[in-house]
């Protein structure tokens, strides 16, 4: 699909289904998404570029993501969206540059970018240039990547919680017995799931940041010095954010990791604890078997059995070896 899109009066102007050569040639951004053979070719004609394939968005390479050919920037990064399923999308979308003209190139729907046309529909302060507008969607493309990291803040805690018991004073004091979390296997899923988000947007924001570098650059070497001065200001401030919410996101990696040994450690002891009630049980019931054997021995004079005491003498002994073990572990802390 090929939209385009024209400025009239500082907004963004979307042209209709109908598209000429001379929309291709006048317009400010061309979107294309999940392009067929003749919109590349038509967009190709009429930029005189050469589009890259789905195979090159693919590649890399910083030299295959980032350079110039024909009069063109070519900028290429990873973009991040959550799916239907909630499962994490990671898909490199490429940026051109050429003259006053944006065209982005892309095989998936970042919620960024109709979040920004919706935005650009209304009167804008920054200029409705090819630069301008690439600017505008990269801070949106930040925007949501910050939205994401904050979802994934919450969620971690929300399971810490989960996992974690921080009333322990007020529990020892009430003598109240701890109280389970939720099902281990499931949180244990939940921030794997987390993890994987956490570390895909990492690897958005530092494929971001290096295409903001080398998009720095370009500005750098043009001859506009004085209309890419305000440009020049908001990739500044871009480049700041940028390395704030990546510095943010090695933060939730650190304390996911941590967040997994800790369930991990909780599965341990409670799978610790099921064992534990098994080997008291099998001592406890040890000394009362060994009683119960000694009297199911098949010998001819045994002084016991013709005493008319002898059975209950046999249950009480049974009885007294059990419960014997049982208060010395007791009093020694081993329950």
Not at 177 to 204: A, I, M, Q, W
Not at 208 to 236: L, P, Y
Not at 305 to 332: N, V
Request: proline share 4%.
């Amino acid at each position: 699909m090929l939209s385009v899109y024209g400025a009239e009066k500082g907004c963004l102007v979307e042209h209709g289904a109908e598209v000429s050569d001379e929309m291709l040639t006048t317009a400010v951004w061309l979107d294309l998404v999940e392009p067929t053979h003749e919109e590349e070719s038509a967009v190709e004609a009429a930029i005189k570029i050469d589009i890259p394939t789905r195979g090159e968005l693919a590649e890399i390479e910083v030299s295959s993501r980032l350079y110039q050919e024909d009069g063109a920037a070519f900028m290429t990064a990873n973009l991040i969206r959550r799916g239907d399923d909630e499962r994490p999308e990671s898909s490199p979308v490429t940026f051109i540059i050429k003259g006053h003209q944006l065209i982005t190139v892309r095989y998936h729907h970042p919620q960024a970018f109709p979040v920004y046309v919706r935005q650009a529909m209304k009167p804008q302060s920054t200029a409705m240039t090819g630069w301008g507008i690439l600017i505008s969607l990269l801070e949106a493309v930040v925007d949501r990547a910050a939205d994401h990291l904050e979802r994934v803040s919450s969620i971690v805690e929300d399971t810490s919680k989960q996992v974690f018991d921080t009333s322990f004073v007020e529990r020892k004091r009430s003598r109240k017995p701890r109280r389970k979390p939720k099902n281990l296997e499931e949180l244990l899923g939940k921030v794997g799931e987390e993890g994987d988000f956490n570390s895909k947007v990492r690897e958005s924001l530092v494929s971001i940041g290096r295409m903001v570098a080398f998009a720095q650059a370009v500005i750098d070497q043009s001859r506009q010095a004085k209309e890419m001065k305000e440009n020049r200001a908001r990739i500044k401030i871009l480049q700041r954010d940028i390395q704030s919410l990546t510095d943010h996101a090695s933060f939730l990696s650190g304390k996911i990791s941590f967040l997994l040994d800790a369930v991990l450690g909780m599965i341990n002891i409670e799978q610790s604890g099921i064992i534990k009630i098994f080997s008291v049980a099998a001592v406890v019931f040890l000394p009362p078997t060994l009683v119960a054997s000694i009297y199911g021995m098949n010998f001819q004079y045994m002084p016991e059995l013709p005493w008319q005491y002898g059975y209950p003498f046999a249950i009480g002994m049974m009885i007294l070896s059990a419960i014997l073990p049982f208060i010395y572990f007791k009093r020694k802390g081993w329950l």
